[in-house]
C-alpha cells in the first residue's frame, strides 16, 4: 500500500523568506513518482513540480525545488522568496504504477508582509 | 487549449435527487480522473478511465455512484439519490501518456451542496 504524510497542518513563512513544507511517503514499488501541487483559495489545484524516483537530481521549477531524499522517502518542497500570492494549500503526491496517486492532507502556507 | 471543463460551477439540491456532473477532457489526454474534495477526508480518488474504460473505481464510495465515459471527450459522474454527506468539491482531472510528467490537470471543481 502507498502511503503519503504531510506532517504540517499549517504554516507561517515572512514575505520574501524561504519555506519548507514537509513531505514523506511510503511505498515498496522502486519506480514511482512524486509531485506538488497548489490550492489557493480559489480552489483550482495547479501541478508545481515533478520528481522521479530514478532521477539523479533535485527538481527545480523557478522558486521551487525539491529536495528528495531517497533514503528517508521523504520529498520536502523548497519555496524561495516567498511571495503574497503564494498562499494557499499545498498538497504532496504519490504516483505508483501508471496513473494510480494518492494525494497527502495537505499544509496550508500564508505568507505574512 | 481551454483546459479540463466542469459543469456546473456550483450545484445545490435537495436529498433525495438526483445529480449529474460533467466534465470535458483535455484534447487528446487519454486518462480522466474523477475526485472528491471534504474537509474531513481531504482529495480521494473516486474513479479514472483509460480510454473511455474504467480502470479502477474501488473509490466510489457505493452504488449511489456512478460515472460514464461515452467518448473521448466527454464524461459524467451521477449521484442517485444524492445525500447530504455527499456535499462536497467534485473534481475532474485528465492527463495523457505524452505529458512530460503525467502530471494532471485539474478542471475547477463543481462544487456540490446536498439539503
Known amino acids: 500500500a502507498q502511503k503519503i504524510t504531510q506532517t504540517q497542518p499549517g504554516m507561517f513563512v515572512q514575505e520574501k523568506e ?9 511505498t515498496s514499488d522502486p519506480s514511482y513518482g512524486l509531485f506538488w501541487y497548489k490550492q489557493p ?14 532521477d539523479q537530481q533535485n527538481a527545480t521549477e523557478g522558486r521551487y525545488s525539491l529536495n528528495f531524499q531517497k533514503a528517508r522517502k ?24 501508471y496513473q494510480k496517486v494518492t494525494f497527502g492532507t495537505g499544509t496550508k502556507l500564508q505568507v505574512i508582509p | 487549449d481551454a483546459g479540463v471543463i466542469q459543469s456546473p460551477r456550483h450545484e445545490v439540491t435537495e436529498m433525495g435527487q438526483e445529480v449529474t456532473l ?9 486518462y480522466l480522473f474523477w475526485y472528491r474534495q ?40 451521477k449521484i442517485q439519490p444524492s445525500e447530504p454527506r455527499d456535499s462536497a468539491v467534485y473534481f475532474c482531472a485528465s492527463t495523457g501518456q505524452y ?5 494532471q490537470f485539474f478542471g475547477p471543481g463543481t462544487r456540490l451542496t446536498v439539503l
Not at chain 2, 53 to 69: C, L, N, T
Open chain 1, 74 to 97: 521523504s520529498a520536502n518542497l523548497v519555496i524561495s522568496a516567498s511571495q503574497l500570492g503564494d498562499s494557499a494549500m499545498y498538497f504532496c503526491v504519490l504516483r505508483v504504477g
Open chain 1, 18 to 26: 524561504a519555506v519548507t513544507l514537509d513531505c514523506t511517503y511510503d
Open chain 2, 38 to 77: 471534504t474537509m474531513m477526508r481531504g482529495l480521494e480518488l473516486l474513479i479514472y478511465f483509460n480510454n473511455n474504460v474504467p480502470i479502477d473505481d474501488s473509490g466510489m464510495p457505493e452504488d449511489r455512484f456512478s460515472a460514464k465515459m461515452p467518448n473521448a471527450s466527454f464524461s459524467t459522474l
Open chain 2, 99 to 103: 505529458n512530460s510528467y503525467n502530471e
Open chain 1, 41 to 54: 483559495s480559489s480552489g483550482e489545484m495547479i501541478f508545481l513540480i515533478y520528481q522521479g524516483s530514478y
Open chain 2, 22 to 30: 460533467r466534465c470535458k477532457p483535455i484534447s487528446g489526454h487519454d
